[in-house]
């Protein structure tokens, strides 16, 4: 080794950093880049004719044409190069919200409705009459005379002198008129039942009167009925043979009769007598009778 360094040795030393462009004061500069096409403006299409999807042109002081000729079409635009701007969220309705919401509008279009139908003014809409047949009670104002007996429901009879109450009967009041040797010559019977037709309950009571006797029954004829509360009056007459203490035939006679009230009570009478003692027994029981019908 001498030391010495071979002349152009630095050159090629590949411990030497070379002087770059900037470095280097007499370095060319470098050439300029050409302008992007992506900035270039897009002459608007021959005859002057503005894209229906771009503002003004250059010359209208307007930004750069979107529309070309050829590559797109004659008469639609390139698809733009810029990023759309993103669209506006509407405010997102809560799910339970829904279903009140469509309440509230079912609401409002009912009351709507009624408003039409109503004329749409403040006057005032009379209800409708209810078909429903009101039930007429009894009226209270009738004050039973001295001596009536009460049997239910308002209704009372007045017994005629000569004829008395049978206490063994336990179904409403029955009176009893007797002969001098102490046998029964007439019944009249005033009994009640609630929420029967009058035809079944006037059959009851006949089947039951005849039971185990010869009778024969008359034909079921409508009566009059004397006040506003009955909605149907009925009767039936009978005669039948029955057999007296000693065993004897007797000739029976009778009838029942049955007021039904609007709310639904029927009064049945009930009147039974001997043949022999008809004529007096049944004046007493038109007296009877008059006063059962003032108290219904």
């Known amino acids: 080794?001498?030391?010495?360094?071979?002349?152009?040795?630095?050159?090629?030393?590949?411990?030497?950093?070379?002087?770059?462009?900037?470095?280097?004061?007499?370095?060319?500069?470098?050439?300029?880049?050409?302008?992007?096409?992506?900035?270039?403006?897009?002459?608007?299409?021959?005859?002057?004719?503005?894209?229906?999807?771009?503002?003004?042109?250059?010359?209208?002081?307007?930004?750069?044409?979107?529309?070309?000729?050829?590559?797109?079409?004659?008469?639609?635009?390139?698809?733009?190069?810029?990023?759309?701007?993103?669209?506006?969220?509407?405010?997102?309705?809560?799910?339970?919200?829904?279903?009140i919401g469509a309440g509230l509008v079912v609401v409002a279009l009912v009351a709507v409705a009624l408003v039409l139908l109503s004329g749409g003014d403040d006057k005032r809409v009379d209800p409708v009459p209810s078909t429903t047949p009101s039930v007429s009670t009894p009226s209270t104002s009738y004050t039973p005379p001295a001596g009536a007996i009460p049997v239910a429901f308002g209704v009372s009879v007045v017994p005629v002198p000569g004829w008395s109450v049978l206490e063994t009967e336990k179904q409403g009041k029955e009176l009893v008129t007797y002969a001098p040797?102490?046998?029964?010559?007439?019944?009249?019977?005033?009994?009640?039942?609630?929420?029967?037709?009058?035809?079944?309950?006037?059959?009851?009571?006949?089947?039951?009167?005849?039971?185990?006797?010869?009778?024969?029954?008359?034909?079921?004829?409508?009566?009059?009925?004397?006040?506003?509360?009955?909605?149907?009056?009925?009767?039936?007459?009978?005669?039948?043979?029955?057999?007296?203490?000693?065993?004897?035939?007797v000739a029976v006679q009778g009838y029942v009769e049955v007021y039904l009230r609007k709310d639904k009570v029927a009064t049945a009478l009930d009147f039974r007598t001997r043949t022999d003692f008809a004529p007096k027994a049944e004046a007493d029981a038109a007296q009877m009778k008059t006063s059962v019908l003032d108290s219904l």
């Open 1 to 99: 080794m001498t030391g010495k360094r071979d002349k152009g040795a630095g050159d090629s030393n590949p411990w030497v950093s070379k002087p770059g462009p900037d470095e280097d004061p007499a370095a060319a500069p470098a050439p300029a880049l050409p302008p992007s096409p992506w900035n270039l403006e897009v002459p608007p299409a021959p005859g002057g004719t503005a894209s229906p999807w771009s503002g003004p042109g250059p010359e209208q002081g307007g930004g750069p044409a979107t529309e070309t000729s050829s590559a797109w079409g004659d008469k639609v635009g390139p698809p733009s190069l810029r990023r759309p701007p993103p669209e506006k969220k509407r405010p997102r309705i809560p799910p339970v919200l829904l279903p």
């Open 181 to 249: 040797n102490g046998e029964a010559r007439a019944f009249f019977w005033v009994r009640q039942k609630q929420n029967v037709t009058a035809k079944a309950y006037l059959l009851a009571i006949i089947e039951g009167e005849t039971e185990n006797e010869i009778a024969k029954l008359g034909d079921e004829r409508n009566l009059p009925c004397p006040k506003d509360v009955l909605e149907e009056c009925i009767a039936m007459s009978y005669t039948s043979t029955a057999k007296d203490k000693a065993g004897q035939d």
